[in-house]
């Protein structure tokens, strides 16, 4: 077996790998000596490369040996299969594999899935893997019987151009030939003293001719061609004869050639020639005759007599045009006229109808006379190749649709595309109908595989539902989930809104099929799938189509579930989330967006509120986790601190060390990332014109400050101190930042800066490029201006943002409020930060 890569081959392999979701994939064949990959995906090297492997590292030849699949969740607990070493050198640990078979039902190999991992293989995963097996088998059959029929045709073609009576067969990977006996006696040899080898031909041709006969002959094999030369030969009485030979060197798709085979025949007394053609064409086994001038049939040998179902005695003096009137107007009537007209030979691969109801291969040629014809049956090879192509057919619509459902997270644009998908491979056209909440029904989508008929699907589907009863066969399946097919004449009875009716008629007989999108026992819409009356029914299609539409409706389910998970999850997380105060001494903006994915909703908070001596407090954080979990430790966890600090009047970093106890004592069970800001004033600093921003961290993006002049400041480097929630013992420090009349101070959450494939440090980037193309703008239009640059509406985590701006002059301090409260052991810092 050739050790080399199969395009064919390699595509079975690439469609196990990406159905069943493994890094390697074989289309393995096995001999007595080794194991052959002529397909195969991800397979270490050197195996990837060489294309074959000794049998020690074959678990496929167990398939082989036993005729059956062979399901494996981990080979290490089989050593009697293959050892260990040679396991770990083809990463293999999980394996499946399914027989390959001959047409007559002889295990060539198999077709296997291998995993590096162990793994329990779904009965899913082995029907699709057993359905691929069978199509790689029909591939493989296809092949050895196209070579055996090429090589046959080959054979007899030569024989025709030479009139042969005798035939030889040479393996060029020795000098082993196989002569018929003609041949053998033609050289002058017995079935005693003949050696079949090339010795035998060299030992009988003439010296005279040797060198330009063995020239002839390299050159074709070289070349992959043909051979023609007329020699002698010396018997071995003395005498001398002439004989006329031909050959053709047959090779593998890699170039290598491997057979040489050929006809010979004695031109010595040409005489003879008429009676030898009549004998070879008496022993034809596949169909010959000539037409004269005038397409009448002048010979017709047996096997043609057979294939067409009349004798020479019948066709005699007959025109092809009428012993066979629907030739005319069709591929053959093509071919021999050209043939005819151009004086080149023509081939033609066509179907004749009732009574001879055949495919047929035909090589047709001009000649002096007329034309002649060689043609042979193929109408099994032709059925056995439809029906790969429609299995290969069927699993490429259902990777496509795997692939779509896997892909794209907008099932909009699933249920878009899908009826592309299904027209024409499975119908000529295809509606999707979603239920909307209110349960009615409305076309979602529309495909007809025919450009020019579009435009009455079109007109149908925006129609049809349109005064639709619930008796109808539509209706009943929305109404009871049981999918329903229609002939033609059904289709045709059903009562719809005129308009619907005259664009479904423009479509011609159509036959229909409805099948419900249900998942649950929930009906969430339809599948209508239309074809012409005269395309034939496809059992194993049709299973196909309903296996595709319970994938869709479940992943419709998936989303509607997911949605529903999603604004419960907002819902609880918006209801958190209040107002801003409005503080005398600074304006307080608040953003917040859920994330884009709707499983993400979760965590993220802010809070800003006053405490009893006056200051004002803002709190941003984030709970680690998503969806409803993470939105309900937000609300505990932002409850407690509230409370901490409107009691306490305690500073940011003895809010956060009563949080992290508090979370300790009441076992609240997360982890969180907070930063907590608290604006003051000294009489000194309220006389100086600044405000005093105490803050601590734990473990959040630290603020950023943008100054009047427009600069910005980011104030500590990303590391802040250890996240809530992890050791309630840590000790938590103040940060003290003083700040002009007119700054600008922005607390958020990391969704704002944080994006896929793009660190931290990139994320702030984009910030203070934000801040530095927003100048002189209202605390409003600078919270819009960055949310719009940074995410644009489409957020992949939850994001929250806080801006407080300092007025540009105080307002009067309420006449109740108390001296603002100073953490002990913080410095005052003499200037505003820069």
């Known amino acids: 077996m050739p050790a080399v890569g199969d395009p064919a081959l390699d595509r079975f392999a690439r469609i196990v790998r990406d159905a069943l979701a493994v890094p390697t994939a074989l289309v393995s064949l096995v001999s007595r000596h080794e194991q052959v990959l002529p397909g195969a995906v991800g397979l270490p090297e050197p195996w990837q490369t060489t294309r074959s492997t000794p049998l020690t590292h074959s678990v496929c030849q167990h398939v082989v040996q036993h005729g059956e699949p062979l399901v494996l969740t981990d080979v290490r607990d089989r050593p009697d299969l293959i050892d260990a070493a040679a396991a770990a050198d083809l990463r293999m640990v999980a394996y499946a594999g399914y027989p390959l078979v001959d047409a007559h039902g002889t295990v060539l190999g198999s077709l296997c899935a291998i995993d590096p991992r162990p793994r329990t293989w779904s009965s899913r995963e082995l029907d699709l893997l057993s359905g691929l097996a069978e ?34 067969d040479w393996d060029l990977s020795g000098d082993g030939m196989h002569w018929d006996p003609p041949l053998v006696s033609m050289f002058g040899y017995t079935a005693e003293d003949f050696e079949p080898t090339t010795a035998s031909f060299y030992r009988r041709l003439h010296p005279d001719d040797a060198e330009r006969v063995t020239q002839a002959i390299t050159t074709a094999i070289d070349t992959r061609g043909e051979f023609a030369a007329e020699y002698r030969i010396v018997l071995p009485d003395g005498a001398t004869r002439w004989v006329q030979g031909r050959g053709r060197v047959i090779g593998e798709p890699t170039g290598r050639a491997t057979r040489f085979i050929g006809a010979a025949y004695d031109t010595t007394d040409v005489h003879d020639g008429e009676a030898r053609v009549g004998r070879l064409l008496a022993a034809m086994p596949s169909g010959f005759l000539s037409l004269d001038g005038q397409w009448r049939f002048t010979v017709v040998n047996p096997a043609a007599e057979k294939l067409l179902g009349q004798s020479i005695d019948q066709l005699a003096g007959r025109t092809i045009w009428e012993a066979y009137p629907d030739t005319v107007g069709n591929e053959f009537e093509h071919a021999y006229r050209t043939a005819v007209r151009t004086q080149q030979p023509q081939t033609i691969h066509a179907y004749y109808p009732a009574p001879l109801d055949a495919w047929y291969d035909v090589l047709c040629w001009p000649t002096p006379e007329g034309l002649s014809l060689f043609f042979t049956d193929v109408t099994d090879r032709t059925r056995s190749d439809r029906q790969a192509r429609a299995a290969a057919e069927r699993l490429a619509v259902q990777a496509r649709v795997a692939d779509l459902l896997t892909g794209s997270t907008d099932l909009a644009d699933v249920l878009t595309t899908l009826p592309q998908l299904l027209a024409p491979a499975v119908a000529d056209a295809c509606v999707v109908t979603v239920l909307g909440p209110d349960g009615r029904a409305r076309d979602h989508a529309y495909w007809h595989g025919d450009p020019a008929a579009r435009v009455h699907l079109a007109g149908y589907a925006t129609t049809r539902l349109v005064e639709l009863s619930g008796s109808t066969p539509f209706g009943r399946t929305i109404s009871d989930g049981q999918r329903r097919h229609l002939t033609a004449e059904q289709t045709a009875a059903v009562v719809m809104h005129p308009d619907a009716r005259m664009h479904l008629d423009a479509l011609g007989p159509v036959r229909a099929s409805i099948l ?20 034939p029914r496809d059992a ?57 994915e709707a499983a993400r909703v979760g965590g993220d908070w802010y809070d800003a509120f006053l405490q009893p001596n006056g200051c004002t407090m803002i709190v941003i954080g984030d709970v680690v986790g998503h969806d409803t979990e993470a939105a309900a430790a937000m609300g505990a966890l932002r409850g407690l601190l509230r409370g901490i600090a409107t009691y306490s009047d305690a500073g940011p970093a003895e809010v956060l060390r009563g949080l992290d106890t508090s979370m300790q004592v009441l076992e609240v069970d997360t982890l969180a990332t907070a930063a907590v800001a608290r604006f003051e004033q000294t009489p000194d600093e309220v006389e100086r014109g600044v405000t005093r921003m105490v803050w601590a961290n734990a473990g959040h993006p630290p603020p950023v400050v943008l100054h009047p002049d427009g600069t910005f400041q980011v104030l500590a480097p990303w590391k802040g101190e250890l996240l809530l929630g992890v050791d309630p013992t840590t000790i938590r420090h103040d940060q003290v930042t003083l700040l002009e009349r007119g700054a ?37 239009e600078l919270c819009d201006g960055i949310i719009d640059r940074l995410v644009a509406g489409h957020p992949e985590d939850d994001v929250a943002l806080v801006a407080v701006r300092l007025h540009r002059q105080d307002r009067p301090r309420p006449p109740e409020a108390g001296p603002p409260h100073v953490p002990p052991g913080v410095p005052e810092p003499e200037h505003p930060a820069q």
């Open 516 to 535: 419900p999108l249900q998942a649950q026992g929930r009906v969430l819409g339809a599948l209508t799938l239309l074809s012409s009356a005269d395309r």
């Open 135 to 168: 199509a790689c088998s029909t591939d493989l059959q296809l092949r050895l019987e196209r070579a055996a029929a090429d090589t046959h045709r080959s054979r007899l073609e030569l024989a025709i151009s030479a009139s042969a009576v005798g035939t030889f």
């Open 744 to 780: 600008t101070v922005l607390l958020f959450t990391d969704g704002l800066i944080e994006r896929r494939r793009a660190d931290l440090d990139d994320g702030l980037t984009r910030l203070t490029d934000a801040l530095t193309a927003l100048p002189g703008t209202t605390l409003d």
């Open 540 to 596: 194993e299609l049709e299973s196909v189509t309903e296996d595709i539409a319970d994938r869709v409706a479940a992943a419709m389910e998936t989303d509607r579930l997911t949605r529903a998970r999603s604004q419960l999850a907002e819902a609880l997380q918006r209801s958190l989330l209040t107002a801003p105060p409005e503080p005398d001494h600074a304006e307080v903006v608040v953003r917040y967006l859920p994330a884009g």
